[in-house]
């Protein structure tokens, strides 16, 4: 049989990998607007080189090791620089569409479970040592973990482990990550414990915002196809988000009696984690069921995470870790095949044995996530400071790594002005003194 | 010659502006400062950790004023700025040595004397026809 390409699946999957390539400004916002100001264009910088580095390692070599020819833990690298992959199906993964097409939405999914890690290590990671344990990590943790779950012929997909847009793959493996980073780095200087001092809440909000857009493309693009699972997707990722919000707002009305718009955008990110492996294998109103109880348990998480010295500065392992693996457990309890034939019964549709397979896959995921954080973040001190130092830390990291600010809005400097380098009158010339003859007459 | 520093909650800068003026002090600098009084702290709420701010937010007012403004201008701010709550806020009055107008080069109680622009107009005009005719 010749495979069909749909034009109607094809410009489905195409517009999902725009809409998850979009969620990686949206995580930048998210996070970037939870960080002090001085650490806000680090904070932005984070997911957005993400996604360019993570691409171009997915076409020279990412993609093939994920889902390239090869074994039931690793790919190859036949298909590197994207080759053979083209216009023509890959019956494995999605029969509809070109495989070229799959390839690229897969990227945007690799891209943005690095840059979900970074929330972890804000304020204080120097940002070449950011840049190295990306690579480092998209290529040792992603590639195979995707392999293990999508790959074809990989072990937890053959083993019948539900996952259907990466709530292992994505959430579980970077909230670990991110819990085992934030560990090893240390904490933050001057942080009081669970010191959260968000310096732009409205970024943080239409950051969630994005997220969620992003989601419907992240979770109903899973489905591959333009089709009814595809809608039972998109439905299911609302209400999950839509249940989460609005039990977080409870929660925090009955804590503080205030409810915080943090909060709101924090529930409705942990619903649609929650969702993520379930989206395309439950009915909605066990979509409502998984976004509240994600939503309690990350509450609860979050306050007890507080209470501990672990600076996981922007709770990644709470909304993703925590989340996730609640989301990939309760999959096996709330899938069912008359919502989609191609997947699984769960606990409550009398198969209690897929509830154990999750538990197995969420077990991988943590055990080859930990172990591999750890030994980049190891090998990476061998070689170079990772931590900013303190000083730097101080100052902050968008003037000490990037050599640039986030606002200089109603800044007296604006009003003093500012001259080109070299048109400058320097007091001090200590580093530059082949330029002193230039200077000197500037200043006479 | 005073310097009158005032620092005050900001929701009343309006009453206290029309005050000022109402007496008619009508030179005056103003800055957002932060400041602590005896007043209760703001706790704040994220995620899972709650944030006491220790300082509010103030306005600070400045004010030189010759000798017979310094009461009217105390008893204006007062009047206008007291809520009766704590973190009213406090009036500085400290001896001005000098003042000097940038523009005129006057100095002391001729520099603090207030001159509209009107007024600044009106005398250039006169100096202009006063010139023609000599």
Known sequence: MTPVISAGDTAWVLISAALVMLMVPGLALFYGGLVRQKNALNTFMMSLSALGLVTVQWVLGGYSIAFGPGNSLIGGLSWWGLAGVGAAPNAAYAPTVPHLAFAVFQAMFAAITVALISGAVVERLRFSAYLLFALAWTTLVYDPLARWVWGDGGWLRSLGALDFAGGTVVHVSAGTAALVAALMLGRRHGIARGGLVPHNVPFTLLGAGLLWFGWFGFNAGSALSASPLAVTALVNTHAAAAAALACWLLLDLTRSRRTTAVGAATGAIVGLVAITPAAGFVTPRASLLIGAMAASAVYVAMQLRARTRIDDALDVFACHGVAGILGALLTGVFATKTVNPGGADGLLAGNPLQLGVQALAVGATMALSASLTAGIIVTLRALMPIRASLGDELIGLDATEHGEEAYHTGDIGELAGSAPLGGVILIHDDEEQEREPETATVAA | ?134
Do not use: C, N, W
């Open chain 2, 1 to 134: 010659m005073k310097l009158i520093t005032a620092v005050i909650r900001p929701d009343r800068l309006r009453e206290v502006k029309e005050a000022l003026f109402r007496v008619g002090v009508t030179g005056m600098t103003l800055s957002r400062v932060s400041g602590h009084g005896g007043e209760r702290e703001i706790v704040e709420h994220y995620r899972g950790s709650s944030l006491v701010l220790e300082f509010r937010e103030k306005v600070k007012i400045e004010a030189a004023v010759s000798e017979p403004f310094v009461e009217p201008t105390i008893r204006a701010i007062v009047s206008a700025a007291r809520t009766g709550e704590v973190g009213d806020g406090k009036i500085f009055v400290q001896d001005l040595d000098r003042v000097i107008r940038i523009r005129t080069g006057e100095s002391d109680g001729a520099a603090l004397t207030p001159v509209t622009a009107d007024v600044v107009q009106a005398r250039a005009r006169q100096a202009q026809v006063e010139e023609v005719a000599s």
